[in-house]
């Protein structure tokens, strides 16, 4: 599946002027239907369709079953945008799917379809990691992450997502150009492959916001790693949610902002 484009370009560089042909990430629509019926519209980067609407449905708690799901592509065009409809039977639909998403969900927004601030909550219990993990454990998995990001190489514009066991053995990793979109489709991918409770860190290119910690919740990963900033409610739930929440990972340093108890860094 193709997930860059060339364009022509003129660059612009020390006073120099250049005609050049630029790579860019694809971003195109993918309509989501659950049972024939339109359920909501995703802009991401072509490719893992059907991991990134499996995690979805997951960390939108209308499909957390370990069964596989039946997922047909009712339509693909030129431009990359997709049409795929899921089967689920009624009695199985959690109750995620009450909250039907209404507006299209752009690719640097993953609350977008919420209908009300009570949705943002959970009754869920917070996680609970009981090991110590070494204050280092991010170089080699930062590394690993960084030399499978081939899209990334090309364009510079794509976010990751690489989830790890505790071993730091890399599980999975997937791009796009949405960071809630690259995290969908690793979940996605581990519950395909019944691998998504062996998870302990997962590392993301960018900065984090609430539905990153959401979906790392829902997903019961307990260490987060990213190598930009977090925001305000990234940190509040994952105080709540029993995360370690770790920003600004890079150039040796870090900032550990939730459950340091998690984190050997004497």
Request: net charge positive; charged share 25%.
């Given at each position: ?202 590392l993301v290119s960018g900065r984090v916001s609430y539905e990153i910690v959401s979906k790392a ?31 600004f990972s890079r150039n040796n340093k870090m900032t550990i902002y939730s459950n340091p108890q998690y984190?050997?860094?004497?």
């Amino acid at each position: 599946m193709k997930q860059a484009s060339t364009y022509q370009s003129i660059k612009l560089s020390n006073n120099q002027v250049s005609e050049i042909e630029d790579s860019l990430v694809i971003e195109a629509p993918l309509q989501i239907n659950i049972n024939s019926e339109s359920y909501t519209v995703v802009m991401r980067t072509p490719g893992d369709d059907k991991e990134l609407i499996r995690g979805l449905l997951y960390a939108e708690d209308i499909y957390k079953k370990t069964s596989d799901l039946k997922i047909e592509t009712i339509e693909e065009n030129k431009d990359y945008s997709s049409i795929l409809n899921v089967f689920i039977p009624k009695e199985k639909l959690g109750k995620g799917y009450l909250n039907k998403r209404t507006l299209l969900s752009v690719s640097s927004c993953g609350i977008c379809g919420k209908k009300e601030i009570k949705d943002l909550k959970t009754e869920d219990k917070p996680l609970i990691n009981k090991h110590k993990e070494s204050l280092h454990i991010k170089d080699s998995m930062y590394l690993k992450m960084n030399n499978m990001q081939k899209l990334f190489s090309i364009t510079g514009g794509s976010h990751a997502c690489a989830l790890f066991d505790r071993k730091q053995n890399l599980l999975t990793i997937k791009e796009d150009i949405g960071r809630h979109n690259a995290v969908d489709k690793c979940i996605g991918d581990l519950l395909n492959k019944n691998l998504l409770k062996s998870t302990n860190y997962m590392l993301v290119s960018g900065r984090v916001s609430y539905e990153i910690v959401s979906k790392a919740f829902l997903a019961k990963i307990p260490i987060i790693i990213a190598v930009s900033a977090c925001s305000s409610l990234a940190v509040d739930f994952a105080k709540e949610f029993g995360i370690c929440l770790i920003g600004f990972s890079r150039n040796n340093k870090m900032t550990i902002y939730s459950n340091p108890q998690y984190i050997n860094y004497e």
